[in-house]
């Protein structure tokens, strides 16, 4: 049992002129739910497959359950489990002879939890997999991750375009397949209340960089919200740590990172007022934290 | 039933703990009843079992709820745990907390305080008198 | 790796199936109206062609798929190497073509063999596992292609063109086959790599798929340079004449090489007798140029003959030679084909179908035939009796010669090179001594001969040069007149200079002298000079462009790191020129990691 699942350093992928990765350098130890955040092109399926060796880094290494990732040996493969958006299987390949090919491959193979996690999903081992819908390819593919056993369970996106019944499927998957096993999840999402629900740290990503590595609730903690009148639209120069601002009938809802004990204090040094605090709930604190920068209703 | 919500101002775990203890006050969780355990709830709930294992601690430090090795989880008798001192910094707290948000809306003094003493009639409120050893 | 095989099985057995039987049908066919053994060389090239491309699209059908629809990582994410995957992939893929190549062609030659009348030799059985691996040698280039997914990487497949050599023995043909196969080989293990993007690393995987490229594009290169000297030089000196390069003789002065080779065979000999240093060549010169056929006092019968080395026929070689083995009896009715086996030559009822019998006796050489039963084997020149079923010996060459070519009616008699001399027979057949003419140089150098009737005399023409563009041989002109008492006389005998200047003729070594070393090796090509002949003007030369390549090419892989493969792409583009250079450009990653 490795004490570190994931090692990165000084890892920087570029495409063209766009710089996926810059710079990432962290460790996710053994053990726990860890959510990867980011938005869409934050760089997170591009990690994914540089850990996996499917992608070479412009710079920096990454190792995985101790194994350098770019010459990963068989044997730590066959202790990673990795469930992509996509879900690509064969679809010529019907389920059973599917799970028989995987059957063969991985030594720990447990058919108890293979069925158990497809059976919500209602699939019938003769159809070809070409011809499940996206949900049931999904619960598919997770069955099959999570049936080899694996020590390390690499998921991107996986319930991304699954309807509200397959989600729920998926997720009591994960959370309870078979018995406990030893297992680290990294769960790459922007779905903030699957990541409320499931993550023990959250690692965040933005434009490829590593912006916040903690617990969900610290960082939550970090971001407050006010309803504030202001003379002007708000920016970072008056209000330092301003992540995002909403107009809001003539005021302003401004979210705001470290907030300063004496808050409404500094307001009324720019002129403003604060009204009345906001409760921000997960989804909104993070999504803000993400979003820095955007605004709706004026300019920032 | 202990319900949460995602995007709900409160963390998950703070959820479990507020939504505990309002069903033990209320009697709908009587002293002596099992919980569910902490996987099982976390299926029900459809969470992280280490959310609700933190839930359960908290619970466990205040007292609501005590854990018996091999059989379960349980509601303790209502014991009051905190300190004289503890106790009233926590109401003034919250009467703080409550005047400031009712404050501004304009009903009078005796409406609230009528709607105040609605609320906590059918409340089970632990003895003030029992008091911890250690504080 | 076992139930990977299975399923790639399942995926393609369907398919395979359906093929197999089409094949079938089509050998069939081919048994029932025709000669399944004995195919026109057009439908040899044909065939070869199909299974080949056969071969190459189930590579890169079966590899596509895994990369198109990102099923790659689900293919390569799994506890076994990526080399053990990539074999469990390919022998299902050998196995379909076993069944659709091998198993068809098997059960037919079996059958024709068992229940027809039809003689087959060990050597079409021999067929069956060369065309399979043929079929998997194109189908394991198919899945290289597939892998790196450029249009360049098709180069490589220069590798399977030595296996096309129809000259060879027996089990010999499948060493250029397992070898081509075997690099195919190694270059698809090298590119089956999780990061499909990256180009091949280290030493032996870049030189893997670097040399072969190279040698493709040797020719072009070569051949770009040929290009310059016809559109820069010729025409700039002569006016626009087309991209043809060297037909346009009339540019090159007279007296060289260039001038005589594309003129046809009268206006060679009178352009053959003008140059020489007899005073009746000119007047012989007008009548030859201006007469034509039949018209008195003109040349009235005219007859080329040339050595047909290359096409001479081996014994047990696998692919059907330039002529063909077939003889027609009187009438069409029966069809004689030769037997390797028995070297003997089989004949069966055209319309029936059955046996007739054989031609007694075995020849000791695989025959060259011309249609009228005539045939040449080793040294002598055979007549085949249909009727008494049997070869008869009509002559045979002073020792040690071997007759290059069949027998060719001419004035009466006939004519017939050997590679020692021209043989002319008078009317009483070759019973009588023939009248011998030396040849003046080497059989392979030797372009044509020309034999033309005049009133009084004949005249032989000897042009030599067929090996004379790279310095190998001399180019020479000879031409004797043979008058009716037998007394010869030399009107011309003229050495012939190269009208084209040494670095057009020598572009391939000038272009990398290495791999012009290695493509005369792997051909054989008797036209490969040794090196001190090549003139010390094409050495610099060739020097001079190494060098410019050779920074061409470090400047180009420095653009990648420092590293083994700088050294190794600027020795390469030292030693392998200009190709070196255009394979960089061609095989370096498009994305820059």
């Known amino acids: 049992m490795v004490e570190v699942a994931v090692a990165v350093t000084g890892l920087r992928r570029r495409f063209g002129r766009k710089e996926a990765l810059q710079e990432l350098t962290f460790e996710i130890p053994a053990g726990g739910v860890h959510a990867l955040v980011g938005r869409n092109g934050a760089g997170k399926s591009t990690l994914f497959r540089i850990l996996l060796g499917f992608l070479a880094p412009s710079a920096g290494r990454s190792a995985v359950l101790g194994a350098p990732s770019g010459a990963l040996p068989p044997q730590i493969r066959g202790r990673i489990g990795w469930v992509t958006e996509e879900h690509a299987l064969p679809p010529w390949m019907a389920v059973g002879t599917l799970a028989a090919l995987q059957r063969a491959h991985y030594p720990r193979w447990r058919e108890a939890t293979f069925r158990e996690v497809l059976a919500p999903f209602a699939v019938d081992s003769r159809q070809a997999v070409g011809g499940l819908s996206r949900g049931e390819r999904a619960g598919l593919s997770l069955a099959l991750a999570l049936a080899q056993g694996p020590e390390l369970l690499l998921l991107d996106e996986p319930t991304l375009g699954l309807d509200v019944v397959a989600k729920h499927a998926f997720l009591d998957a994960l959370l309870f397949a078979g018995e406990h096993q030893e297992c680290t999840v990294v769960y790459a999402s922007h779905q903030m209340d699957e990541v409320e629900r499931l993550a023990d740290h959250l690692w965040v990503l933005k434009e490829g960089r590593l912006v916040s590595a903690s617990s969900p609730e610290a960082l939550w903690e970090r971001i407050g919200g006010w309803l504030v009148e202001l003379p002007h639209p708000p920016d970072r120069a008056r209000i330092p740590g301003l992540l995002q601002a909403r107009a809001l009938e003539g005021r302003w809802e401004v979210i705001v990172l470290d907030p300063p004990e004496a808050f409404p204090k500094l307001l009324d040094e720019v002129g403003g007022t604060a009204v009345e605090p906001l409760s921000l709930g997960f989804d909104r604190a993070i999504n803000a934290f993400l979003s820095v920068g955007s605004t709706v209703g004026g300019a920032l | ?135 | 790796m076992k139930a990977l095989l299975l399923g790639e099985w399942h995926r393609l057995g369907r398919l395979a199936l359906g093929f197999a039987l089409l094949h079938l049908g089509v050998l069939a066919g081919m048994a029932f109206y025709g000669d399944l053994f004995v195919p026109s060389p057009t439908k040899v090239r044909l065939g070869l062609a199909a299974y080949g491309l056969g071969g190459l699209l189930l590579g890169v059908a079966q590899f596509a798929v895994y990369r198109r629809r990102n099923l790659w990582s689900f293919l390569l994410h799994r506890p076994l190497a990526p080399g053990k995957i990539f074999l469990a992939l390919a022998a299902a893929g050998g196995l379909v073509l076993a069944l659709v190549i091998a198993l068809p062609l098997l059960l037919v030659t079996l059958l024709l063999d068992g229940f027809s009348a039809q003689w087959v030799d060990g050597r079409q059985y021999l067929m069956v596992p060369f065309l399979w691996g043929l079929a998997m040698a194109f189908y394991v280039g198919g899945c290289y292609l597939a892998l790196r997914a450029r249009w360049s990487a098709a180069l490589v497949l220069v590798l399977l063109l030595p296996c096309l050599n129809g000259a060879v023995p027996d089990a010999w043909v499948f060493v250029p086959l397992v070898l081509g196969l075997v690099w195919l080989g190694g270059l698809a293990l090298t590119a089956f790599q999780p990061d499909l993007s990256a180009s091949p690393r280290g030493i032996r995987a870049t030189v893997l798929e670097a040399l072969p490229t190279q040698c493709a594009l040797f020719p072009a290169v070569a051949f770009v340079l040929v290009l310059v000297y016809s559109v820069a030089v010729i025409h700039w000196e002569a006016g626009w004449r087309g991209f043809a390069v060297f037909g346009w003789n009339d540019y090159f002065p007279i007296g060289s090489y260039e001038r005589a080779a594309y003129l046809d065979h009268r206006e060679l000999v009178a352009h053959a007798l003008r140059l020489g240093d007899s005073p009746r060549g000119p007047g012989l010169a007008v009548v030859v140029a201006g007469a034509e056929d039949g018209v008195e006092g003109g040349a009235d019968e005219r007859v080329a003959l040339w050595p047909e080395i290359g096409a001479a026929p081996v014994r047990h070689a696998l692919l059907f030679q330039e002529r063909g083995e077939s003889l027609l009896g009187p009438d069409g009715a029966t069809r004689w084909v030769f037997s390797h086996d028995r070297m003997q030559f089989h004949g069966r009822n055209t319309r029936t179908g059955a046996a007739v019998g054989w031609l007694e006796p075995p020849l000791a050489e695989v025959p060259v035939v011309a249609a009228d039963g005539s045939m040449v084997a080793g040294g002598a020149l055979y007549q085949a009796e249909f009727g008494a079923g049997r070869v008869e010996r009509l002559w045979q060459a002073p020792s040690g010669e071997r007759l290059m070519g069949p027998a060719v009616p001419f004035d009466g008699g006939e004519a017939i090179l050997s590679d020692g001399a021209l043989y002319l027979s008078d009317d009483s057949g070759w019973s009588g001594s023939p009248t011998a003419l030396p040849l003046p140089g080497a059989v392979e150098n030797l372009e044509r001969a020309v034999v033309v009737k005049l009133p009084e005399s004949r005249l032989i023409t000897f042009f030599l040069g067929q090996l004379s563009e790279r310095d190998a041989y001399p180019a020479r002109l000879v031409v004797l007149e043979l008058a009716e008492t037998g007394a010869v006389t030399t009107i011309t005998d003229r050495a012939l200079v190269a009208g084209a200047p040494a670095w057009v003729r020598h572009r391939g070594f000038l272009v990398s002298p290495l791999l012009q070393a290695l493509v005369d090796f792997v051909w054989r090509d008797p036209m490969a000079p040794r090196w001190r002949q090549i003139p010390n003007g094409v050495w610099a030369a060739a020097l001079g462009l190494a060098l410019v390549s050779m920074f061409l090419t470090a400047g180009l892989a420095r653009r990648r790191g420092p590293g083994t493969a700088f050294w190794l792409w600027t020795a390469m583009g030292f030693f392998c020129g200009l190709p070196a250079f255009v394979s960089l450009l061609l095989l370096r990653p498009r994305s820059e990691p």
């Open chain 2, 1 to 135: 039933m202990i319900q949460i919500a995602t995007g709900d101002p409160r963390p998950i775990f703070r959820q479990i703990v507020d939504g505990v203890r309002m069903q033990v006050a209320t009697g709908e969780l009587a002293p002596g009843s099992r919980l569910p355990s902490v996987r099982g709830l976390a299926m029900q709930l459809r969470i992280n079992g280490n959310t609700v294992a933190k839930a359960y601690n908290e619970l466990t430090a205040e007292g609501v709820i005590e854990s018996r090795k091999g059989v379960g989880v349980f509601v303790c008798e209502p014991r009051q745990r905190l300190s004289v001192e503890e106790r009233e910094r926590r109401l003034e707290e919250a009467v703080q907390h409550f005047v400031s948000a009712v404050v501004a809306l304009g009903f009078g003094p005796e409406a609230i305080l009528e709607r105040l003493a609605k609320e906590m009639e059918g409340l089970i409120l632990p003895s003030a008198k029992e008091e911890a050893s250690d504080g």
